[in-house]
């Protein structure tokens, strides 16, 4: 009989399912270190605790500094690690990713490679943005015309709401005070959402660079994700802010973008986007259930795959 003295102990990425997680924790200001199997966060209001394993994506903020200790025991627990701007509207470096399958990478690969399944995936992303229409049947040049209306339509809706004068988009390249105050909104708000969809790219282990609707850029992906939400969040916001003052346009603008992004939960609806765009057939309510599962797999023929870990020289079929 097995007793629990003979039992092999429990990691910390073995205590809690990825599902069962916090998807994003965020911290700033503040010193992380280790306290056995949680991670601390020090600032002067006192030390929190937070068990590593209850981690999906630790995100880093401004004035956050972090030991070894605490890398090594998010690294055992499986969490991933982003170091990202004040409440995630940058994206700077990140280590790890969240998923230890590669079921969403080699979806989106394998949806990339595919010129059919690539336009599906790319139908898909005008409809979650414009449930309105049918993309159903249009061909690229159609989406990218449909979309570049719908997007017209967007700034001057938001002029006539907030009284802004508008005259068309206005943007230069490494020049961000090019053009007027409501085109810096717009830039800067682009830029957060830029940061936002990066972290959960990166987090959830999928290819930056395999975009849908954008090509032949490492952030491909990035912007085919942060577009979903650029007419609803992202411009509207923009206008507002000019709307308010043209000082400060940046700034008010990237905070104004933080407090919509938290009241709305965008960080988890992210990761639902991209789940079902790429695994459209997969369970609602087990999407992240074999994230943190070490299983290796060999491919045979027939799209078969099997346990690694054996050896099969003696076995002619399988």
């Known amino acids: 009989m097995t007793t629990i003295s003979q039992r092999p102990g429990s990691s910390p990425r073995q205590l809690t ?89 080699e979806a989106q690969a394998t949806c990339w490679a595919n010129r059919r399944t690539r336009l599906e995936v790319a139908r898909a992303m005008y409809r979650m943005r414009f449930p309105d229409e049918d993309p159903s049947g249009l061909t690229r040049h159609e989406l990218l015309g449909r979309e570049g209306r719908r997007l017209k339509d ?23 005070t090019a ?43 990035v912007l085919d994700v942060a577009d979903l939400y650029k007419t609803e969040i992202g411009i509207p916001v923009a206008f507002e802010v000019a709307a308010e003052s043209r000082e400060d346009v940046g700034a008010r603008t990237r905070r104004a973008l933080r407090d919509r992004i938290n009241k709305g939960r965008l960080l988890d609806r992210c990761v639902a986007d991209v789940r079902h765009l790429l695994l459209p057939d997969a369970a609602v309510d087990e999407p992240s259930s074999d994230a943190s599962e070490d299983r290796v797999l ?15 020289g003696g076995e002619v079929t399988w």
């Open 17 to 105: 399912r990825a599902a069962d997680r916090v998807s994003f924790v965020y911290l700033e200001r503040c010193t992380i270190n280790r306290d056995a199997n949680a991670i601390t966060a020090e600032d002067a209001d006192g030390t929190t605790h937070i068990p590593s394993a209850t981690i999906g994506t630790l995100l880093l903020g401004p004035g956050t500094r972090i030991t070894h200790q605490a890398m090594s025991v998010l690294g055992d627990s499986g969490a991933a690690v982003a170091w990202v701007g004040e409440h995630g509207v940058r994206y700077y470096a990140g280590g790890r990713s969240l998923s230890r399958s590669s079921a969403l990478l």
């Open 298 to 312: 060999l491919q045979s023929d027939r799209a078969l795959e099997v346990p690694a870990g054996r050896n099969y």
């Open 154 to 176: 967007c700034y001057r809706r938001q002029a006539e709401l907030t009284g802004v004068p508008w005259h068309g988009r206005r943007y230069v390249p490494g020049d961000f």
């Open 179 to 221: 053009g007027d105050a409501v085109n810096q909104a717009i830039t800067a708000a682009a830029q957060c959402m830029y940061g936002v969809t990066h972290a959960v790219v990166t987090a959830l282990g999928c290819s930056t660079g395999l975009g849908f609707v954008h090509s032949g850029h490492e952030l491909s992906f």
